[in-house]
Protein backbone atom coordinates (compact mmCIF):
# COMPACT_ATOMS: atom_id res chain seq x y z
CA UNK A 1 0.00 0.00 0.00
CA UNK A 2 1.20 3.38 -0.95
CA UNK A 3 2.33 5.80 1.93
CA UNK A 4 0.36 8.52 0.04
CA UNK A 5 -2.91 8.53 -2.17
CA UNK A 6 -2.62 12.26 -3.61
CA UNK A 7 -2.70 11.40 -7.85
CA UNK A 8 -0.67 14.52 -8.05
CA UNK A 9 1.94 13.62 -6.22
CA UNK A 10 4.37 12.17 -9.29
CA UNK A 11 3.99 15.19 -11.29
CA UNK A 12 4.55 17.29 -8.35
CA UNK A 13 8.02 15.15 -7.87
CA UNK A 14 9.07 16.12 -11.21
CA UNK A 15 8.38 19.48 -10.68
CA UNK A 16 10.83 19.75 -7.61
CA UNK A 17 13.19 17.36 -9.84
CA UNK A 18 13.31 20.29 -12.80
CA UNK A 19 13.44 22.97 -10.15
CA UNK A 20 16.70 21.50 -8.90
CA UNK A 21 17.88 20.91 -12.63
CA UNK A 22 17.52 24.88 -13.34
CA UNK A 23 19.97 25.52 -10.09
CA UNK A 24 17.34 25.86 -6.96
CA UNK A 25 18.76 24.47 -4.20
CA UNK A 26 17.43 21.26 -1.99
CA UNK A 27 16.40 23.31 0.75
CA UNK A 28 14.36 25.99 -1.32
CA UNK A 29 12.87 23.73 -3.52
CA UNK A 30 11.46 21.99 -0.42
CA UNK A 31 10.72 25.62 1.49
CA UNK A 32 8.80 26.83 -1.64
CA UNK A 33 7.06 23.13 -2.28
CA UNK A 34 6.16 22.23 1.38
CA UNK A 35 8.90 19.38 1.73
CA UNK A 36 11.53 18.28 3.33
CA UNK A 37 15.04 18.65 1.41
CA UNK A 38 15.77 14.85 1.98
CA UNK A 39 12.56 13.81 -0.22
CA UNK A 40 13.82 16.36 -2.57
CA UNK A 41 17.01 15.12 -3.16
CA UNK A 42 15.62 11.87 -3.37
CA UNK A 43 13.74 12.96 -5.91
CA UNK A 44 15.94 14.45 -8.00
CA UNK A 45 17.88 11.19 -7.65
CA UNK A 46 15.24 9.12 -9.16
CA UNK A 47 14.68 11.90 -11.60
CA UNK A 48 18.25 10.84 -13.06
CA UNK A 49 16.86 6.99 -13.68
CA UNK A 50 13.83 7.37 -15.10
CA UNK A 51 13.88 11.20 -17.13
CA UNK A 52 11.80 13.66 -17.65
CA UNK A 53 8.50 11.71 -16.28
CA UNK A 54 6.06 11.75 -13.29
CA UNK A 55 7.92 10.01 -10.55
CA UNK A 56 5.56 7.18 -9.28
CA UNK A 57 4.64 6.45 -5.59
CA UNK A 58 6.26 3.70 -4.22
CA UNK A 59 4.81 0.70 -2.57
CA UNK A 60 5.02 0.86 1.37
CA UNK A 61 4.87 -2.65 1.90
CA UNK A 62 7.82 -4.42 3.70
CA UNK A 63 10.18 -6.54 1.12
CA UNK A 64 10.56 -8.74 3.92
CA UNK A 65 8.79 -10.85 6.77
CA UNK A 66 10.77 -12.85 9.83
CA UNK A 67 8.66 -15.70 9.11
CA UNK A 68 8.70 -15.71 5.34
CA UNK A 69 9.17 -18.52 3.54
CA UNK A 70 12.73 -19.54 2.42
CA UNK A 71 13.80 -19.43 -1.40
CA UNK A 72 14.01 -23.52 -0.76
CA UNK A 73 10.59 -23.92 -0.04
CA UNK A 74 9.41 -21.34 -2.53
CA UNK A 75 10.99 -23.00 -5.24
CA UNK A 76 9.68 -27.08 -3.37
CA UNK A 77 5.97 -25.36 -3.78
CA UNK A 78 6.64 -24.14 -7.25
CA UNK A 79 8.79 -27.52 -8.44
CA UNK A 80 5.26 -29.62 -7.45
CA UNK A 81 2.89 -27.67 -8.69
CA UNK A 82 4.80 -27.53 -12.60
CA UNK A 83 5.69 -31.63 -12.50
CA UNK A 84 1.84 -32.40 -12.10
CA UNK A 85 0.07 -29.76 -12.32
CA UNK A 86 -2.08 -30.19 -9.50
CA UNK A 87 -3.76 -27.30 -7.32
CA UNK A 88 -2.72 -26.21 -3.92
CA UNK A 89 -4.87 -28.78 -1.60
CA UNK A 90 -2.57 -31.42 -3.04
CA UNK A 91 0.79 -29.41 -3.58
CA UNK A 92 0.13 -28.78 0.46
CA UNK A 93 -0.71 -32.68 1.20
CA UNK A 94 2.78 -34.08 -0.79
CA UNK A 95 4.89 -31.68 0.39
CA UNK A 96 4.06 -32.74 3.93
CA UNK A 97 4.10 -36.44 3.00
CA UNK A 98 7.67 -35.05 2.16
CA UNK A 99 7.95 -34.00 5.13
CA UNK A 100 7.89 -30.50 4.74
CA UNK A 101 6.18 -28.28 7.34
CA UNK A 102 4.17 -25.27 5.20
CA UNK A 103 0.78 -23.85 5.91
CA UNK A 104 -2.05 -24.11 2.87
CA UNK A 105 -2.04 -20.38 2.77
CA UNK A 106 1.23 -20.15 2.07
CA UNK A 107 1.08 -22.81 -0.46
CA UNK A 108 -1.49 -20.31 -2.13
CA UNK A 109 0.11 -17.29 -1.98
CA UNK A 110 3.06 -19.00 -3.29
CA UNK A 111 1.54 -20.18 -6.15
CA UNK A 112 -0.55 -17.08 -6.74
CA UNK A 113 2.62 -14.45 -5.98
CA UNK A 114 4.12 -17.31 -8.90
CA UNK A 115 1.15 -16.81 -11.18
CA UNK A 116 0.34 -20.55 -11.29
CA UNK A 117 -3.28 -20.30 -10.01
CA UNK A 118 -5.96 -19.60 -11.63
CA UNK A 119 -8.69 -17.43 -9.98
CA UNK A 120 -12.35 -17.34 -10.43
CA UNK A 121 -13.92 -14.87 -12.31
CA UNK A 122 -15.49 -12.09 -10.48
CA UNK A 123 -17.92 -11.93 -13.08
CA UNK A 124 -19.17 -15.20 -13.09
CA UNK A 125 -22.52 -15.19 -11.51
CA UNK A 126 -23.22 -17.98 -9.43
CA UNK A 127 -25.88 -20.40 -9.55
CA UNK A 128 -26.95 -22.81 -6.88
CA UNK A 129 -25.95 -26.43 -7.07
CA UNK A 130 -28.93 -28.72 -8.15
CA UNK A 131 -28.02 -32.57 -8.23
CA UNK A 132 -27.54 -34.09 -11.53
CA UNK A 133 -30.63 -36.73 -12.46
CA UNK A 134 -29.73 -40.38 -13.33
CA UNK A 135 -30.94 -40.70 -16.87
CA UNK A 136 -33.90 -43.50 -16.12
CA UNK A 137 -36.00 -42.75 -19.44
CA UNK A 138 -35.64 -40.06 -22.08
CA UNK A 139 -36.08 -36.37 -21.24
CA UNK A 140 -34.50 -37.36 -17.65
CA UNK A 141 -31.31 -35.35 -18.45
CA UNK A 142 -31.16 -33.12 -21.57
CA UNK A 143 -27.57 -31.35 -22.11
CA UNK A 144 -27.83 -27.81 -24.77
CA UNK A 145 -24.78 -26.45 -26.22
CA UNK A 146 -23.65 -23.83 -28.49
CA UNK A 147 -21.09 -24.16 -31.55
CA UNK A 148 -19.39 -20.81 -32.55
CA UNK A 149 -18.96 -21.03 -36.52
CA UNK A 150 -16.70 -17.89 -37.37
CA UNK A 151 -17.83 -16.45 -41.16
CA UNK A 152 -15.34 -13.27 -41.24
CA UNK A 153 -13.35 -11.41 -38.67
CA UNK A 154 -16.25 -9.88 -37.10
CA UNK A 155 -18.86 -11.86 -37.68
CA UNK A 156 -20.63 -15.55 -36.40
CA UNK A 157 -23.11 -17.77 -37.00
CA UNK A 158 -24.18 -20.30 -34.29
CA UNK A 159 -25.32 -24.15 -34.33
CA UNK A 160 -27.54 -24.80 -30.90
CA UNK A 161 -27.46 -28.39 -29.94
CA UNK A 162 -29.80 -30.55 -27.97
CA UNK A 163 -29.26 -34.37 -26.91
CA UNK A 164 -31.06 -36.46 -24.58
CA UNK A 165 -28.56 -38.44 -22.34
CA UNK A 166 -30.91 -41.30 -21.89
CA UNK A 167 -31.68 -42.27 -25.32
CA UNK A 168 -29.34 -39.99 -27.65
CA UNK A 169 -31.70 -38.53 -29.48
CA UNK A 170 -30.10 -35.16 -30.88
CA UNK A 171 -31.58 -31.71 -32.33
CA UNK A 172 -29.46 -28.84 -33.74
CA UNK A 173 -30.44 -25.51 -35.80
CA UNK A 174 -28.25 -22.90 -36.93
CA UNK A 175 -28.97 -18.85 -36.25
CA UNK A 176 -27.61 -15.63 -36.99
CA UNK A 177 -27.83 -14.53 -33.84
CA UNK A 178 -27.02 -15.67 -29.75
CA UNK A 179 -28.86 -14.62 -27.09
CA UNK A 180 -31.23 -16.19 -24.96
CA UNK A 181 -34.62 -15.40 -26.93
CA UNK A 182 -32.63 -17.46 -29.72
CA UNK A 183 -31.97 -20.10 -27.15
CA UNK A 184 -35.49 -20.58 -25.94
CA UNK A 185 -37.08 -20.54 -29.06
CA UNK A 186 -34.30 -23.10 -29.87
CA UNK A 187 -35.60 -25.12 -26.96
CA UNK A 188 -39.24 -24.87 -27.76
CA UNK A 189 -39.16 -26.08 -31.91
CA UNK A 190 -36.86 -29.10 -30.24
CA UNK A 191 -39.72 -29.95 -27.56
CA UNK A 192 -42.21 -30.13 -30.45
CA UNK A 193 -39.83 -32.07 -32.51
CA UNK A 194 -39.33 -34.67 -30.12
CA UNK A 195 -41.76 -37.34 -29.02
CA UNK A 196 -41.09 -37.06 -25.48
CA UNK A 197 -41.17 -34.22 -22.86
CA UNK A 198 -38.14 -32.28 -21.62
CA UNK A 199 -37.82 -33.28 -17.61
CA UNK A 200 -34.20 -30.98 -17.16
CA UNK A 201 -31.87 -29.32 -19.21
CA UNK A 202 -28.44 -28.90 -18.62
CA UNK A 203 -26.38 -26.23 -19.84
CA UNK A 204 -22.81 -24.45 -19.36
CA UNK A 205 -22.72 -20.85 -17.77
CA UNK A 206 -22.92 -18.85 -21.75
CA UNK A 207 -24.85 -16.02 -21.96
CA UNK A 208 -27.43 -17.61 -23.99
CA UNK A 209 -28.52 -19.74 -21.34
CA UNK A 210 -28.73 -16.81 -18.13
CA UNK A 211 -31.16 -15.81 -15.87
CA UNK A 212 -33.96 -15.07 -18.52
CA UNK A 213 -33.83 -18.08 -20.55
CA UNK A 214 -34.28 -20.31 -17.39
CA UNK A 215 -37.32 -18.19 -16.17
CA UNK A 216 -38.45 -18.63 -20.01
CA UNK A 217 -38.44 -22.41 -20.27
CA UNK A 218 -40.74 -23.22 -17.79
CA UNK A 219 -38.66 -26.59 -16.88
CA UNK A 220 -35.90 -27.79 -14.48
CA UNK A 221 -32.22 -26.68 -15.16
CA UNK A 222 -29.12 -27.24 -13.42
CA UNK A 223 -25.77 -25.81 -14.47
CA UNK A 224 -22.67 -27.80 -14.99
CA UNK A 225 -19.59 -26.98 -12.94
CA UNK A 226 -17.41 -23.49 -13.98
CA UNK A 227 -14.13 -24.88 -15.80
CA UNK A 228 -15.78 -28.70 -16.06
CA UNK A 229 -16.70 -29.49 -19.75
CA UNK A 230 -16.79 -33.23 -18.49
CA UNK A 231 -20.17 -32.36 -16.74
CA UNK A 232 -21.41 -32.04 -20.68
CA UNK A 233 -19.59 -34.63 -22.07
CA UNK A 234 -22.47 -36.08 -24.23
CA UNK A 235 -23.65 -32.74 -25.43
CA UNK A 236 -19.53 -32.17 -26.24
CA UNK A 237 -18.99 -35.70 -27.89
CA UNK A 238 -22.16 -34.63 -30.73
CA UNK A 239 -20.98 -31.28 -31.30
CA UNK A 240 -17.49 -32.71 -32.03
CA UNK A 241 -19.63 -35.88 -34.39
CA UNK A 242 -22.05 -32.99 -35.98
CA UNK A 243 -18.75 -31.16 -37.12
CA UNK A 244 -16.85 -33.53 -38.49
CA UNK A 245 -19.91 -35.58 -40.08
CA UNK A 246 -21.74 -32.34 -41.11
CA UNK A 247 -21.04 -28.76 -40.91
CA UNK A 248 -17.24 -29.48 -41.69
CA UNK A 249 -18.96 -30.15 -45.15
CA UNK A 250 -21.31 -27.32 -45.76
CA UNK A 251 -20.39 -23.51 -45.77
CA UNK A 252 -21.27 -20.80 -43.67
CA UNK A 253 -24.84 -20.32 -44.57
CA UNK A 254 -27.30 -20.57 -42.06
CA UNK A 255 -30.12 -21.61 -44.63
CA UNK A 256 -27.80 -24.50 -45.82
CA UNK A 257 -27.03 -25.53 -42.67
CA UNK A 258 -30.11 -25.80 -41.63
CA UNK A 259 -31.34 -27.90 -44.69
CA UNK A 260 -28.48 -29.82 -44.32
CA UNK A 261 -28.66 -30.32 -40.41
CA UNK A 262 -32.47 -31.90 -41.24
CA UNK A 263 -30.81 -34.02 -43.37
CA UNK A 264 -28.14 -35.20 -40.71
CA UNK A 265 -30.71 -35.80 -38.14
CA UNK A 266 -33.01 -38.16 -39.55
CA UNK A 267 -29.84 -40.30 -40.41
CA UNK A 268 -28.20 -39.38 -37.09
CA UNK A 269 -31.67 -40.48 -34.80
CA UNK A 270 -33.24 -43.04 -37.11
CA UNK A 271 -30.01 -45.07 -38.94
CA UNK A 272 -26.46 -43.96 -37.10
CA UNK A 273 -25.75 -46.69 -34.49
CA UNK A 274 -24.26 -45.34 -31.41
CA UNK A 275 -22.11 -46.80 -29.06
CA UNK A 276 -22.30 -45.81 -25.69
CA UNK A 277 -26.13 -47.20 -25.77
CA UNK A 278 -24.74 -50.54 -27.17
CA UNK A 279 -24.75 -49.97 -30.60
CA UNK A 280 -28.48 -49.22 -31.02
CA UNK A 281 -30.12 -46.37 -32.81
CA UNK A 282 -31.75 -43.70 -30.46
CA UNK A 283 -34.89 -43.97 -32.16
CA UNK A 284 -34.75 -47.79 -30.84
CA UNK A 285 -34.07 -46.77 -27.54
CA UNK A 286 -36.98 -44.48 -27.25
CA UNK A 287 -39.78 -47.29 -28.59
CA UNK A 288 -38.26 -49.77 -26.42
CA UNK A 289 -38.43 -47.76 -23.42
CA UNK A 290 -42.12 -47.16 -24.56
CA UNK A 291 -43.13 -51.07 -25.57
CA UNK A 292 -41.51 -52.67 -22.00
CA UNK A 293 -42.54 -49.50 -19.84
CA UNK A 294 -45.67 -47.93 -20.99
CA UNK A 295 -47.33 -50.59 -22.76
CA UNK A 296 -47.69 -48.72 -25.98
CA UNK A 297 -45.82 -48.54 -29.66
CA UNK A 298 -45.51 -46.25 -31.99
CA UNK A 299 -47.72 -47.52 -34.80
CA UNK A 300 -45.98 -45.26 -37.67
CA UNK A 301 -42.80 -43.46 -37.20
CA UNK A 302 -42.80 -40.26 -39.24
CA UNK A 303 -39.72 -39.73 -40.90
CA UNK A 304 -38.33 -36.33 -40.88
Same mark, same amino acid.
Given at each position: ??????K??????R?????????W?A? +??????????????????????????????????? +?????? =???????K? #?? +??????????A???E =???????????? #????LE?????????P??????????????K???? #???????R????????? #??????????????????????K????????AQ??????????????????????????? +??????R????????H????????????L?????????I??????????????????????L?P???????????????M??????
Amino acid at each position: MSYTNNKNMPRIRREAARLVYKGWSAR +KVGRYLGFHHTAVMEWFRRSKIIGDHPIPTRSSRP +KHHPKQ =LSDDVVKKI #VA +KRLEHNRYAEAVHRE =LQNDGLKVSLPS #VKRTLERHHLIKKRSPYKRYHPHQDRPYPLKQGDL #VEIDTIHRMVSEKKRLY #VFALLDVYSRTAYAKAFEKMNAKTSVDFVREAQRETSFHFNMLQSDHGPEFGKWFVERIK +KSHRYTRIGKPNDNAHIERFNRTLQEECLDKIPNDVFEINCALKKYLKYYNYERVHGGINYLIPMQVVLSYRLDYEGTAMDKILWR
